[in-house]
C-alpha cells in the first residue's frame, strides 16, 4: 500500500477531514523518523550481505568494528547494489515529500473547515450585527416562526408587497401591531439584502427611520418585523385616492429629511441609504414620516469621498453620476430625496408615459423646464385647490432643482435642505396665522423678516405636530 493510499484509507477510518489532519500529525513525527532509521537499517543490510559495511568516520549514525573478520572489508566506492540503495532513498525521499505536502493540504482544508464551522453555528444576532458603530446597539430579538405565525394569523392579511417580498398585518399577545416582510426570494441578493437591513436596523434608531422589532430566520424562512405604519406609504397619499395639503406635504418632508440627515450625520460610519422613493416613506396613525427599506443601503467608509459599488436603485430616483460612476455618496441619497420633493409639489410619479408631455418622461427634466422658465403654476398639484403661499412653494421648487443637479459637488447636503424646508413652514404658518386674523394680505416682506427674527422656531418638531390642526388647511391666499 502507497503512502497515499494509507493516509486515505486511515482518513476514512476515523471519520473524514476532521480527524483525518490530526492523524496527519501523529503520521508526520512518527513517519520521519521510521523513514530513516528504517533506510539506514535497509542499507546497513544490504552491505553486510554483500560483504561490504560502511567506511570508518561515515556519518550515519553508528559505528562497527570489523577487525577480526575475514570475510568483511571496508565499503567500495561503488557496489553492485549501488543501485537498490538508490531506488530506496529516492523512493523513501518521494513518500517524505508526499507526506509533508499532505499534511500540509489538510492543515490547510482545515482551517478553513473551522472558520467555516464558526460562521453556520454562530448564532444570527451575533453575525449580523454590526460592530462598526461606537454607540451602544441592541441585538435584534429573534421570533421563532410559530410566533410569527400566531402574531399574522398564518399570514391572514396582505398589506403590501415589493421586489424583497410580501408584508403582512399581524399583532403581538401584547397587542403591538406589527408588519411582517417576508423574503420570497432565496436568491444570493435576497438573502443578503436580508442581512444588510437586519444588521443596519438593529444598530439605529431614530423617530423618523421605521422601527424594527426583529427577524426570523428558520431554514429558508427569512423575516422582518417592523412597526406597523397605519397611513401606508406617501406614494399612496400623492398619486392615489387619499389626498394631503400642502402644509402636511411639507411636515412630510421635514421628518423624512431628518430620518435621512441622522443617517448621514448622526451615525458613525455615516448610512447611504441608496432606494429612497415615495414608497419608502411611511406614515404612522398621526401622519408621522419615516423612513423605511435599508435592504441597499450602504456604510460610508471613514475618510474616503465615496463608496465604490454596483449600481442599484430604482429607476426614476437613481443619481446619474452615481449610475455612470459607480461611486456612491451621501450626495445621492440627495439626488433622490430631491425627486420626492417634486412629487410632493406635484403629485405625479417620477417616471410617466403621459403626464409629462410627448418628449418627456421624467419628472426632473418636466420640472426643471417650468421651474426655470419661471411657470410655477405649471407643476403645482391640482388637488392642492391653491391653499398655499406661493412662495414656501418656490422654496421647495427651487431647493429640489439643486438637489437634482447631473454633478454631486453642486449638490447641497440634507441638512441644508431640511433648512429650506423648515423655512418653508414657516412661511406656511405665518401666513395661515395672518389668514385666520383676517389679514389676507401678509406680505412677503413681514414673513421673511420672521424668518430672519427667528419668531418662530422652525427646527421645533414638536410644535408642527402641537400646532393647530386648522393651520394645516389654511385658507387659499
Not at 453642486?410 to 389679514?439: C, F, H, W, Y
Request: with cysteine; aromatic share 8%; proline share 2%.
Amino acid at each position: 500500500m502507497g503512502g497515499g493510499e494509507m493516509v486515505k484509507e486511515m482518513m476514512e477510518g476515523c471519520g473524514g477531514e476532521e480527524v483525518g489532519v490530526d492523524i496527519l500529525i501523529i503520521i508526520e513525527k512518527h513517519m520521519l523518523r521510521d523513514i530513516i532509521t528504517n533506510y539506514l537499517r535497509i542499507k546497513t543490510l544490504i552491505a553486510f550481505v554483500d560483504g561490504v559495511i560502511p567506511k570508518k568516520g561515515s556519518s550515519q549514525g553508528f559505528g562497527a568494528n570489523y577487525s577480526g573478520n575475514i570475510n568483511l572489508r571496508e565499503g567500495r566506492k561503488s557496489g553492485s547494489h549501488m543501485n537498490i540503495i538508490i531506488g530506496l532513498s529516492v523512493g523513501a525521499g518521494v513518500l517524505l515529500i508526499a507526506t509533508i505536502v499532505s499534511c500540509l493540504f489538510m492543515s490547510k482544508g482545515k482551517k478553513r473547515y473551522f472558520e467555516q464551522d464558526q460562521l453556520d453555528h454562530s448564532p444570527p444576532v451575533q453575525r449580523l450585527v454590526s460592530s462598526k458603530s461606537e454607540v451602544h446597539t441592541e441585538a435584534a430579538y429573534c421570533f421563532t416562526f410559530s410566533e410569527i405565525e400566531d402574531s399574522t394569523r398564518k399570514f391572514e392579511k396582505k398589506i403590501g408587497s415589493g421586489g424583497f417580498g410580501v408584508v403582512y398585518y399581524g399583532k403581538l399577545k401584547d397587542g403591538k401591531e406589527i408588519a411582517v416582510k417576508v423574503l420570497t426570494s432565496n436568491s444570493f441578493q435576497g438573502k443578503r439584502e436580508f442581512s444588510n437591513e437586519v444588521t443596519l436596523l438593529s444598530r439605529i434608531h431614530h423617530r423618523n427611520l421605521v422601527q424594527f422589532l426583529g427577524y426570523c430566520q428558520e431554514g429558508e424562512r427569512c423575516m422582518l418585523v417592523y412597526e406597523f405604519m397605519h397611513n401606508g406609504t406617501l406614494k399612496e397619499h400623492l398619486y392615489g385616492h387619499k389626498s394631503i395639503n400642502w402644509f402636511k406635504r411639507l411636515l412630510i418632508a421635514e421628518d423624512a429629511a431628518k430620518g435621512i440627515e441622522y443617517l448621514h450625520t448622526g451615525c458613525v460610519p455615516a448610512i447611504i441609504h441608496r432606494d429612497l422613493k415615495s414608497s419608502n416613506i411611511l406614515l404612522d396613525k398621526h401622519m408621522r414620516a419615516k423612513v423605511s427599506d435599508f435592504g441597499l443601503s450602504k456604510l460610508a467608509v471613514d475618510g474616503a469621498s465615496h463608496v465604490s459599488s454596483i449600481v442599484r436603485g430604482t429607476v426614476g430616483y437613481l443619481d446619474p453620476e452615481y449610475y455612470i460612476s459607480q461611486q456612491l455618496t451621501d450626495k445621492s441619497d440627495v439626488y433622490s430625496f430631491g425627486v420626492i420633493l417634486l412629487q410632493l409639489i406635484s403629485g405625479h410619479e417620477a417616471i410617466s408615459n403621459e403626464s409629462f408631455g410627448v418628449n418627456c418622461r421624467n419628472i426632473v427634466q418636466w420640472a426643471k423646464l417650468h421651474i426655470e422658465s419661471g411657470d410655477i403654476q405649471g407643476i403645482i398639484d391640482p388637488s392642492l385647490h391653491e391653499e398655499f403661499d406661493i412662495q414656501s412653494i418656490w422654496k421647495i421648487a427651487e431647493k429640489a432643482l439643486m438637489c437634482v443637479q447631473p454633478q454631486m459637488h453642486t449638490r447641497p447636503s440634507i441638512s441644508e435642505v431640511l433648512k429650506e424646508i423648515q423655512d418653508a413652514i414657516t412661511i406656511e404658518r405665518v401666513a395661515a396665522v395672518a389668514a385666520r386674523e383676517g389679514n389676507s394680505d401678509v406680505s412677503r416682506t413681514s414673513i421673511h423678516s420672521s424668518l430672519n427674527q427667528g419668531s418662530m422656531d422652525s427646527g421645533g418638531t414638536d410644535n408642527c405636530l402641537s400646532f393647530d390642526e386648522s393651520i394645516a388647511r389654511p385658507a387659499a391666499r
